[in-house]
């Protein structure tokens, strides 16, 4: 009995740590990035995450444009849910074989370490949808992902080559990577939705008026799915907040959680199976 115990004990003892370094991806930098995952991170929203990374963007007059906190804005369809449906698409076309291959390259900016963890991620979707993220052979669209200031996507396919920015500073978290690439793939953000003014209210004068526009709402095609806090696509209740206090305050429970999923969820799967999988 006393062995059994002990065993089962040596087993917990050697099996929990390895456990909670794979969750935490980001423990894979060293103090070559001061700052990066400090204590508490795993606390932090996704909106926390990227709002952070991005606070610096549009400083500089070479910065490129953000609107809606990580998007790309470039000719044309930056409001872009509402091009998946458009002819020509923004969608990524899909193989006769069902799958839909999303071509990329990755900056050698990134360590073999910091690769591997974002290929891994990108391997997240394989497992739950039709979607491979694949490295670029030839193909004419891909995706380029770039170690550059902050995180931030385009929305959809946009044509030729298409920056992913995934800073190392303070982009490479499962969620966040997640994210970008939701975007990538057409999605905009949960608070965006068309019929978010019946699950959230936003609290206007809690947010500087130049993050007004990140409040915009986009006519979304929702997919039959429900509007869902806990979705990766969903910023932080303070998201862009100028005084701490909420700017999106749940209907009709305010108390629910919100921005706080570590991963995509449920409802993130189902609204790329039911764009691209179907
Ligand atoms: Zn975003």
Same mark, same amino acid.
């Given at each position: 009995?006393?062995?059994?115990?002990?065993?089962?004990?040596?087993?917990?003892? &050697?099996?929990?740590? &390895?456990?909670?370094?794979?969750?935490? &991806?980001?423990?894979?930098?060293?103090?070559?990035?001061?700052?990066?995952?400090?204590?508490?991170?795993? $606390?932090?929203?996704?909106?926390?995450?990227? $709002? #952070?990374?991005?606070?610096?963007?549009?400083?500089?007059? $070479?910065?490129?444009?953000?609107?809606?906190?990580?998007?790309?804005?470039?000719?044309?369809?930056?409001?872009?849910?509402?091009?998946?449906?458009?002819?020509?698409?923004?969608?990524?076309?899909?193989?006769?074989?069902?799958?839909?291959?999303?071509?990329?390259?990755?900056?050698?900016?990134?360590?073999?370490?910091?690769?591997?963890?974002?290929?891994?991620?990108?391997?997240?979707?394989?497992?739950?949808?039709?979607?491979?993220?694949?490295?670029?052979? #030839?193909? $004419?669209?891909?995706? %380029?992902?770039?170690?550059?200031?902050?995180?931030?996507?385009?929305?959809?396919?946009?044509?030729?080559?298409?920056?992913?920015?995934?800073?190392?500073?303070?982009?490479?978290?499962?969620?966040?990577?997640?994210?970008?690439?939701?975007?990538?793939?057409?999605?905009?953000?949960?608070?965006?939705?068309?019929?978010?003014?019946? %699950?959230?209210?936003?609290?206007?004068?809690?947010?500087?008026?130049?993050?007004? %526009?990140?409040?915009?709402?986009?006519?979304?095609?929702?997919?039959?799915?429900?509007?869902?806090?806990?979705?990766?696509? %969903?910023?932080? #209740?303070? &998201?862009?907040?100028?005084?701490?206090?909420?700017?999106?305050?749940?209907?009709?429970?305010?108390?629910?959680?919100?921005? #706080?999923?570590?991963?995509?969820?449920?409802?993130?799967?189902?609204?790329?199976?039911?764009?691209?999988?179907?």
């Amino acid at each position: 009995m006393y062995l059994t115990l002990s065993l089962i004990l040596l087993m917990l003892l &050697a099996f929990s740590p &390895a456990q909670t370094r794979s969750i935490k &991806a980001v423990e894979i930098h060293g103090p070559k990035d001061p700052g990066f995952n400090s204590a508490g991170d795993d $606390e932090l929203s996704v909106s926390a995450i990227i $709002e #952070r990374a991005n606070r610096d963007i549009g400083q500089k007059p $070479e910065d490129p444009t953000i609107t809606f906190g990580d998007i790309l804005v470039d000719d044309g369809l930056q409001n872009a849910d509402p091009c998946t449906s458009r002819n020509p698409s923004c969608l990524w076309p899909k193989n006769k074989n069902g799958i839909v291959y999303v071509p990329y390259i990755i900056s050698n900016q990134f360590c073999p370490k910091e690769k591997k963890l974002i290929t891994d991620i990108l391997k997240t979707f394989r497992n739950s949808t039709c979607i491979q993220f694949v490295p670029r052979d #030839r193909e $004419e669209d891909y995706i %380029h992902i770039q170690n550059l200031k902050g995180c931030y996507s385009s929305v959809g396919r946009r044509g030729g080559e298409q920056t992913l920015s995934l800073s190392r500073q303070g982009c490479l978290y499962k969620r966040a990577v997640q994210h970008e690439f939701i975007h990538a793939l057409g999605f905009h953000h949960e608070q965006s939705r068309s019929d978010r003014d019946q %699950h959230i209210r936003i609290v206007y004068e809690n947010i500087d008026p130049d993050k007004k %526009h990140n409040f915009n709402k986009v006519d979304t095609n929702n997919l039959k799915t429900p509007y869902d806090y806990g979705s990766v696509m %969903h910023y932080g #209740r303070d &998201a862009f907040s100028n005084n701490g206090q909420p700017t999106m305050i749940p209907i009709p429970d305010q108390n629910v959680a919100v921005g #706080r999923a570590q991963e995509m969820n449920a409802n993130d799967i189902l609204r790329i199976k039911r764009l691209y999988c179907a």
